[in-house]
């Protein structure tokens, strides 16, 4: 079994949705949990990260963070056909160590 | 915009030869991080440094697979000979790691990922 489990999808939904993508996990020293988002032919980049457990909200995007239950969230408010993207999640045990990564969600918003 | 350069941005070679695939960190940076990403396995970490030092290469076939930071704006990986599984798109990452925490609030240090070598091997 992984460490971090994710849904591939694909996840296909309208313009102006509300998106939902999920992580899960089995290592408790996990403290750091990161959303990347990623183009295709592009690098991983950062959109959010959350420290231990809590919520963290930047414009359109909303993670969340359950340590009891071992369970991440991104919610992706007002989608746009510029979200289209796979998002990984990833999670570390300190700050500036190995990332370990779920397998990504692929996501398409569609005008 | 600092950005961590990879090059060559795609390889394709026979099986048996030698791929070398080079990474320039953000200057400053002191963590560098190797990670592969294949569809059946997703990004998975091959070996990273810090201050130039090997931390972890676990994640790394020893017997194929080689990396070395020759100075802090240049990390390799090397794989000799290369077979066909080793086919990937191989990313560099650069961070800053190993500091003094903030005691109130854990002061998170992102890494930043190149846009990667995409490796074919026949």
């Known amino acids: 079994q992984k460490e971090v489990e994710q849904d591939p999808g694909p996840l296909s939904v309208p313009e102006g949705a509300i998106v939902s993508l999920n992580c899960t996990y089995s290592?408790?020293?996990?403290?750091?949990f990161m959303w990347y988002r990623q183009y295709s032919r592009k690098g991983p980049e950062l959109l959010m990260y959350?420290?231990?457990?809590g919520n963290k909200e930047d414009g359109r995007f909303t993670a969340q963070v359950d340590k009891s239950s071992k369970y991440i969230s991104l919610f992706i408010r007002d989608s746009q056909p510029s979200d289209s993207a796979t998002y990984l999640c990833?999670?570390?045990?300190?700050?500036?160590?190995?990332?370990?990564f779920g397998e990504g969600t692929q996501l398409t918003v569609n005008p | 915009d600092a950005r961590v350069t990879q090059t060559p941005r795609h390889k394709v070679t026979e099986m048996g030869q030698e791929v070398t695939m080079r990474c320039q960190p953000i200057l400053g940076h002191n963590t560098v991080f190797w990670y592969r990403q294949t569809m059946m396995q997703g990004l998975e970490l091959l070996a990273y440094?810090?201050?130039?030092?090997?931390?972890?290469d676990s994640g790394m076939p020893k017997d194929r697979f080689s990396a070395e930071m020759p100075d802090a704006t240049l990390a390799t990986l090397k794989i000799q000979p290369s077979e066909p599984r080793d086919s990937a798109v191989y990313f560099c990452?650069?961070?800053?790691?190993?500091?003094?925490?903030?005691?109130?609030?854990?002061?998170?240090?992102?890494?930043?990922f190149g846009d990667g070598t995409r490796l074919s091997i026949l």
């Open positions: 290592n408790s020293a996990f403290q750091y």
């Open positions: 990833a999670m570390s045990e300190t700050s500036g160590s190995r990332l370990t």
């Open positions: 440094f810090r201050n130039r030092a090997p931390l972890d």
């Open positions: 990452a650069s961070g800053l790691g190993g500091l003094v925490r903030d005691r109130v609030r854990e002061v998170y240090q992102p890494q930043h």
């Open positions: 959350t420290y231990s457990s």
